[in-house]
């Protein structure tokens, strides 16, 4: 099977080069459901490129009856965040020109001016395909809209265009799956919206952070696409009529940034194949995977996250790594702090709030006052 590849312009530079997407779609002989992967919005978080570049190679050996619907892979999907250098280090998490978060910018149907329960009544007595149907409609109409103001003479801020063609991508999807790395050092976990735990496991993943009602804005391309799908659930739940669409939406991270590392590569494409297998998409050998409904997630409400921040400035030594489990109390690293008082240096230690698991740690060891320094899930929270 063999991708329809195309290429999208994003951004002319002052210097007339042409930053573009490219994407590689590829589509069974049976209709079905539609898969959007995109992976690096963020520059360093470049792991997700090698598991698009292992998907690609094993669909162009399967024949197109093997895949029921379509996928659209999109690898490097900010090109301006991964080409964005300070030194040696990749950056890229923040727009250079405006100091907006690349994954903090999108646009979401529920804060338009729409009147959901009005919407949710008029379809109580509709079937659940057809409350999808005309649901999704009216999300499209009212994000095309936008082409407009960005055609006019004023046009819209690059993000604003940037954003527009890579949620045109995925809007009629019915899994999104965004595919990230740590910033920091870091375990392999993802993100999972309430209601959707059971088909987590399709991942195959460890460690899990849970978003309940409420837990987050919308901003992030994740929550842009879903957002809108849980609130009309919870509308029409209201009015009697409790359904769960088969719609889907998820964000990977694997691993560290700047780094390609090949078990979080491989836990990635494993986990993508095994779910897109679980949602009939991929009809393929040994997937699903036996132990897909057995697999045990540590999965942590996103109250549970605790993030420590440098109390004074200096260098971090003797930081307790990810993947480990901690006590309250005891210490899980102490800074060398350097002062200008006229006194010795000090080492200061630093202990644990509560019990927990360490999922991650900064990669540089010097911090200012205010800095990241570790992330602590727990369940106590």
């Not at 999109?74 to 690349?102: A, L």
């Amino acid at each position: 099977m063999k991708p329809n590849i195309y290429t999208i312009p994003l951004k002319q530079l002052a210097s007339g080069e042409i930053l573009s997407l490219q994407v590689y779609k590829f589509t069974g002989n049976q209709t079905g459901k539609k898969a959007y992967i995109q992976a690096n919005l963020h520059g360093a978080e470049i792991s997700g490129n090698a598991v698009i570049h292992r998907l690609i190679e094993f669909l162009m050996t399967l024949d197109n009856r093997k895949l029921i619907g379509e996928i659209l892979l999109i690898p490097v999907c900010n090109p301006e965040g991964v080409n964005s250098r300070s030194h040696q280090f990749s950056s890229g998490r923040y727009n250079t020109y405006d100091g907006k978060d690349w994954n903090r910018i999108f646009w979401d149907y529920e804060k338009e001016d729409i009147d959901l329960e009005a919407f949710a009544k008029s379809q109580v007595n509709l079937t659940e395909v057809e409350i999808k149907n005309n649901y999704r409609q009216q999300i499209l109409h009212s994000f095309h809209r936008q082409s407009e103001k960005i055609n006019s003479p004023s046009s819209v801020p690059f993000y604003k265009q940037y954003r527009y063609q890579l949620q045109s991508l995925c809007l009629d999807a019915d899994y999104l799956i965004d595919l990230h790395s740590s910033t920091n050092q870091s375990l392999d976990y993802f993100y999972c919206f309430h209601g959707r735990e059971e088909s987590a496991k399709s991942f195959l993943l460890d460690y899990g952070i849970l978003m309940g009602d409420g837990e987050y804005d919308g901003d992030a391309f994740d929550e842009a696409f879903f957002k809108p799908w849980l609130a009309l659930e919870r509308s029409l739940k209201k009015l009697g009529k409790a359904i769960q669409f088969e719609i889907e939406s998820w964000t990977l991270e694997l691993g560290s940034g700047m780094k390609m590392n090949p078990e979080s590569v491989e836990k990635g494409i494993r986990g993508v194949k095994n779910y897109l297998a679980n949602k009939g998409m991929l009809k393929i050998p040994e997937f699903p995977l036996v132990e897909t409904a057995s697999h045990q997630i540590d999965l942590i409400s996103r109250k549970g996250m605790k993030r420590y921040y440098a109390p004074v400035g200096g260098m971090i030594q003797n930081r307790v790594e990810p993947g480990r489990v901690v006590k309250q109390n005891q210490r899980i690293y102490q800074i060398l702090n350097f002062n200008k008082n006229r006194e010795l240096p000090k080492v200061i230690d630093i202990f644990a709030e509560t019990d927990g698991l360490i999922l991650d740690n900064s990669i540089n060891h010097s911090v200012n006052q205010g800095d990241y320094v570790l992330g602590i899930i727990s369940k106590n929270n």
